[in-house]
């Protein structure tokens, strides 16, 4: 079975300061892998997905995510957090043929500090 | 093209009251239905899908069900509430592997 694992529950980082949250994940098959954001009070947003194609993956806002297969990771990057980046992050993982079930990490809380 | 309806956004619900959240998706057929939930300071745990009418699968034990009386509908209940029920309920759908559409959720509280 896929499983999902997410370093770090809260990441706190400056304005303009290099965003890294990882996103390690286990699959006996390749897996489809996305990450989502969560505003307070809001539903998901996708930012971005892996589907076997280009292993850097752009997203929206300025993220983008690097598919290793050898490290079994997808972990999301920004050069530049800007403050409206405060949000919970989650990376989730799917399969072909899983009746195509969704899977996701516990969630990264990033906090973006002038 | 294809949307998702959740409601209600909100709902304050006594323990040991019923619950039934209601999901439809418009504009595709024979969706890849999903309820999961969110609770306080905790990921997304994915607690029903159902991959067509009248057939659901439970991944956790609880006091939840779900049921699917419609090809784009998707029903989640319970009989009696209980504290641990509070949380943020989404549905969602999908036809592939790689492409999921979720609702705006649902907040339940249990007082």
């Known amino acids: 079975a896929q499983s999902v694992t997410q370093l770090g529950s809260h990441v706190s980082v400056s304005e303009g300061a290099l965003v890294l949250l990882r996103c390690n994940y286990s699959?006996?098959?390749?897996?489809?892998l996305f990450w989502y954001v969560q505003y307070p009070n809001q539903g998901l947003q996708l930012l971005l997905k892996?589907?076997?194609?280009?292993?850097l993956v752009k997203g929206i806002n300025g993220f983008e995510a690097e598919f290793k297969k050898s490290e079994t990771s997808f972990h999301l990057t920004k050069p530049s957090a800007h403050m409206s980046d405060a949000a919970e992050y989650f990376c989730?993982?799917?399969?072909?043929?899983?009746?195509?079930?969704?899977?996701f990490g516990a969630g990264t809380r990033l906090a973006v500090h002038p | 093209s294809q949307t998702i309806h959740q409601w209600p956004a909100t709902l304050v619900q006594p323990v040991g009251s019923p619950l039934s959240l209601e999901c439809t998706v418009e504009?595709?057929?024979?969706?890849?239905l999903y309820w999961y939930r969110q609770a306080a300071g905790r990921g997304l745990q994915l607690l029903f899908y159902?991959?067509?009418?009248?057939?659901i699968s439970s991944e956790v034990p609880q006091n939840l069900s779900a049921s699917r009386p419609q090809d784009r509908q998707f029903i989640l209940s319970s009989k009696k509430l209980l504290l641990s029920d509070s949380g943020f309920y989404l549905c969602?759908?999908?036809?592939?592997?790689?492409?999921?559409?979720f609702g705006s959720g649902t907040r339940l509280t249990v007082v």
């Open positions: 969602a759908w999908s036809a592939s592997a790689y492409g999921y559409t």
């Open positions: 699959s006996s098959v390749p897996p489809y």
């Open positions: 892996y589907t076997s194609a280009a292993t």
């Open positions: 989730a993982v799917s399969m072909p043929g899983g009746y195509n079930k969704l899977i």
């Open positions: 504009g595709t057929s024979n969706p890849n």
């Open positions: 159902s991959v067509g009418i009248g057939q």
